[in-house]
Structure formats: structure tokens, C-alpha cells
């Protein structure tokens, strides 16, 4: 009786470090050199303490591809051409409740953004293709709403592509910024 315990107990020690993993057997890919983040509005939603009743009304995940010293729209990014709103999987929007923009009414839930960079005027592209990379797959059928917006040309760049949210009466502001550039999108809800 007394080998078998000795026996079994061997063969749940060996077990054991058997099924032990090294970081050598799992290979992580590298820190993405354009990094993902997200922005909600109100911008203080996801810091809600207990008691506060703030919730989310549009939550935005996107990549920050950063200028690195090159010229932006124009160049990297064409003119005229679908762009995906950032680096990496095309960005998500999501709306908690139903919003409307450019007088097109959106129901809630999870769509995608893109953009269509021009030097005096972008087209902010709301898509109903969620999960893709970059805008190789876009698809202009799948498109809810397009709307047009004016440039601003900036004094001093941003290295990051940036998104934020300020608020305006019904609604928001998306404010998009990248290189010497920054345009806005209004949201209503």
C-alpha cells in the first residue's frame, strides 16, 4: 500500500510540472506601434463612481496611428479615397440610444467609421461592417449615413490621431484631430 501511495503521489508530482508553462513556449506578439483606445461621451462615463447615475450615450474604439514626422492627409492618407478612421481594424462606434446625425436617425447598437479625407472638407461615413481591418473590405451598400464637414487647419500638430466629445445642446461634438487637421462631427440625441 505504502509503493502505490508512493507511486501515485510521483505521478500527480510529474503531472504537475508537466503541465507547467515557461514565457519561452508562448510567443506574444509585439506592442502594436499604434495603440488602441477609447473614448466615450459623456467622457466621464466609464469613471462613474457608486451613487453616480452617469451612463454611456456613444462609446468609440479606435487606433492612434501618430504622425511620426510625415505629412498626413494628402499624402499617407489620400484625398478622395475611404480611409479607415484610424490605424489598425476599422474603428467601432457604438450608441447606447438612438442618435441622429446629419438628420439621419441611427438605432442603437454598433457600427463602424470612416472617413473620406479632402483638403477643404471630409466625409464622416457611419457603416454598418463591424469587425473588419482597415477599409480593404468596405463596403459603400453598407453605409447608414454620410455627412460632409469642414476642415480646420491647426496651428500646431498633433502627433496622435485623437478623437474627443464636447457637448452642445441635444447632443455632442465628435472632434477629430490628426496633424494640422481637425473636423467635427455633430451627433443629436
Known amino acids: ?19 507547467e508553462i515557461t514565457s519561452a ?5 509585439p506592442a502594436d506601434p499604434s495603440p488602441a483606445d477609447i473614448v466615450y461621451y459623456p467622457l466621464n462615463a466609464p469613471k462613474a463612481k457608486n451613487g ?17 514626422g510625415r505629412d498626413i492627409f494628402g499624402v499617407l492618407e489620400q484625398y478622395g479615397r475611404v480611409w479607415r478612421f484610424g490605424a ?6 457604438r450608441f447606447f440610444k438612438k442618435v441622429s446625425i446629419g438628420g439621419k ?7 463602424s467609421l470612416f472617413a473620406i479625407p479632402n483638403q477643404d472638407n471630409w466625409t464622416i461615413i457611419v457603416n454598418k461592417q463591424i469587425d473588419r481591418w482597415g477599409a480593404f473590405t ?11 464637414v469642414p476642415v480646420k487647419t491647426l496651428t ?34
Do not use: H
Open 1 to 19: 500500500m505504502k509503493n502505490i501511495f508512493i507511486v501515485v503521489f510521483a505521478l500527480v508530482c510529474f503531472s504537475v510540472k508537466a503541465q
Open 25 to 29: 513556449d508562448v510567443k506574444f506578439p
Open 52 to 68: 453616480d447615475v452617469t451612463t454611456p450615450i456613444i462609446k468609440i474604439v479606435y487606433s492612434r496611428p501618430q504622425k511620426k
Open 88 to 93: 489598425n481594424e476599422s474603428t467601432e462606434i
Open 105 to 111: 436617425k441611427i438605432k442603437s447598437g454598433a457600427y
Open 138 to 148: 468596405y463596403d459603400q451598400s453598407k453605409d447608414v449615413v454620410r455627412v460632409n
Open 156 to 189: 500646431k500638430p498633433i502627433e496622435y490621431f485623437s478623437l474627443t466629445f464636447t457637448t452642445k445642446e441635444k447632443g455632442a461634438n465628435l472632434i477629430i484631430g490628426w496633424d494640422k487637421t481637425q473636423v467635427e462631427l455633430p451627433i443629436s440625441f
